[in-house]
C-alpha cells in the first residue's frame, strides 16, 4: 500500500515534471521512438501482409516465420543488436521492430484473408483490377482486423520501449532502470504506471479507429442482421452484399 | 571372521573415502554429503548470490567445509541483496559471501566511509543481530573507473584526477543508478574536479559497456575490479587515492551456527585469497567456461588448502 502511495507521490512531484529528464520529455522520447518503431515495422510488414493476402500465396511461410520471430525474446535481441550497432537508439529501435513485425504481418493477411470470397468474385465479375479490388474493396473491408494488428503491435512497443533505456538516454525506462537499480521502488512503480497509461491512451485510440474504419455498407448490414455471431462481428467477417 | 571384520572394515574405509572425495569434488546435490559428517553434525547452509564470481566464491566456502567434515546444503544463486538478505537475517541461510561496502551501502545508507579498514568496522556495526563478518579478504570486487590503454597513453592517465587534464568531453558510461551515486558524475566533480557527461548502459560493465568503451563511444566506465575484462582488453584502471569509490573487500557473512571451527576454515580461506586470485578465478569462468565446482576445487587443491 505504501508503495502505491509513494509510486504516486513521485508521479505528482512537481520537481519530477520539470528540467532535463523530466516527466513529459521522457514521455514524449517514449511516444516518439515508440511511432518511429510502428512506422518502420509497418512500413516492411503491411506490403508483406497484404501481398500475401491478395495473391493467398505465401501464407505458410508467413505463419512460420511470424511464429519465430514471436518468440524472440527482445532483451536478448537488443544485446546482439548493441554488440553489432554499439550503443545509442539503433539497437532498441531494432529488436523493437522485429518485435512488431509479427502483429503487423499477421493482421494484413489475415484482414485480406477474412474477405469473403464472393465479394471478391462480384468485384472480378463487374471488371474490377487486381489494384482496383486491393484499394476498393479488400483494404476497406479488411481495415478493422488491419489496425487491430496495428493497435497490438503498437501496445506491444510502447510497453517494451522501456527497454530503449538499456543503451540509451532515452523514454520512460529510465525511470524503470534507475529506480530498480537503487531500490527506489516509488519511482519504479510511477515509471511503469507512466508506460501502462500511455499505452492504455493509444490502445484507446487504435480502438475508436478500429471501430470509425468500419464501412458504413457493413455497418448498416450489421444493424439489419441481429443474428450474426459476435465471434463474425469481432474478426470483421460478413457476407453484407458491398 | 577376523578377516571378514578387517574386510568390512576395509570396505567402508574406501566407502568413506570415495564419498568424502565426491563431496570433495562437489556437486550440489545435498545427497551425496550425508556421509562426511565428522565435523559439528549440523549442516551448513552455504548460499550465493545470482553472480557468477559470487558462486564461485560460496563453492570455495562449501568445499573448504566439506574438506574439514562438514556437512553442507548449496543454496546457490538466490538472486540479489533484497532477496537473500531477510533469509540470512531469519537464520535460513548460514553463510554467504558478501562485499564489505555494497553490503554496508544495503544496509545504512548514511555511511560516508569508504576506506577499506573503516568500512569493515562500520559493517560489523550495522550487521543485525545474530549475523558475523568473519575476517575480510584482501580481494575486491568494487566499482572502478576503468579507460582503454591507448586513451590512458595519449593523456598520461594514472590516477582519476589525471581525468582533468583531458581537454576533449568525456563521456562516462555504466548503470543509469550511476549518475546519481556519490561517486558517479556528481563525485567526479567535487572529489577529483573532474565534469563528465553520463550514457547509461544497463549490463553492468558487461560487453555493451566494454564495447561501447573500445569503440570510443564512451571515454570512461565503471567495471567491477574482479572483472577478467580488464586485463582482457587491456584496459587500464584509473587509481582513486582520495577513496571516491567504496572499498568493498570479500567477507563471509555468517550466523551463530558457524563455530569456531568453521570459522578457522573460513578465514584460512579468506586470508589465502587475494584480488590477483580472484580475477583469475573469474577469469577460469569467463574466459573458459569452466563450472564454479571445477574452478573452486582446482583453487583449493593449488593453495594447498586443508590437504
Known sequence: MNLIADGFAWLTDPANWTGAGSIPERLVEHLLVSLLILLIAGLIALPVGFTIGHTGRGKGLAVAVTGGMRAIPTLGLLTLAALWLGIGLAAPILALVVLAIPPLLAGAYSGLESVDRRVLDAAKGVGMTGLQRFTGVELPLSAP???????????????TATLAAYTSDFGLGRFLFRGLKTNDYAE?????????????????LFALAQRFSVPVGVRVARSGEPTRSAADRATGRTTTNV | ??????????????????????????????????????????????????????????EIYAQAFEANGFEVDRQFRIGQREVYLPEIESGAIDVFPE??????????????????TAVYDALTEALPEGLRALDQSSATDQDSYNVTAGFAEQWDL????????????????????????????????????????????????????????????????????ADPNIEANDLVTLEDPEGLFLASNVVPIVSDKVDDTATEVLNTVSAALTPEILVSLNAQSVNDEDSAEDIASAWLEEAGLFS
Request: proline fraction near 4%; glycine fraction near 12%.
Open chain 1, 188 to 204: 519504479a512503480f510511477g515509471a511503469a504506471v507512466l508506460v501502462i497509461a500511455l499505452a492504455l491512451l493509444v490502445d484507446g
Open chain 1, 145 to 159: 482486423i488491419v489496425i487491430g494488428g496495428i493497435r497490438s503491435a503498437a501496445l506491444q512497443i510502447i510497453a
Open chain 2, 158 to 225: 594514472v590516477e582519476i584526477g589525471d581525468l582533468a587534464n583531458v581537454t576533449e568531453p568525456l563521456t562516462l558510461g555504466g548503470n543509469s543508478e550511476l549518475e546519481t551515486r556519490p561517486y558517479g558524475p556528481p563525485g567526479l566533480e567535487s572529489v577529483y574536479g573532474v565534469t563528465v557527461g553520463f550514457t547509461p548502459i544497463e549490463d553492468s560493465g558487461g560487453p555493451l559497456t566494454l564495447k561501447a568503451l573500445v569503440d570510443g563511444q564512451v571515454q570512461l566506465v565503471d567495471i567491477y575490479s
Open chain 2, 1 to 58: 571372521m577376523h578377516t571378514a571384520a578387517r574386510t568390512r572394515f576395509a570396505l567402508a574405509a574406501v566407502a568413506v573415502g570415495a564419498v568424502v572425495a565426491l563431496a570433495g569434488c562437489s556437486s550440489s546435490d545435498p545427497l551425496e554429503t550425508d556421509a562426511a559428517s565428522s565435523g559439528s553434525g549440523e549442516t551448513l547452509v552455504v548460499g550465493s548470490q545470482d553472480y557468477y564470481s559470487n558462486e564461485i566464491i560460496a
Open chain 2, 99 to 116: 562485499y564489505t561496502g555494497n553490503l554496508l551501502q544495503a544496509l545504512d545508507d548514511t555511511a560516508t566511509v569508504t576506506e577499506s
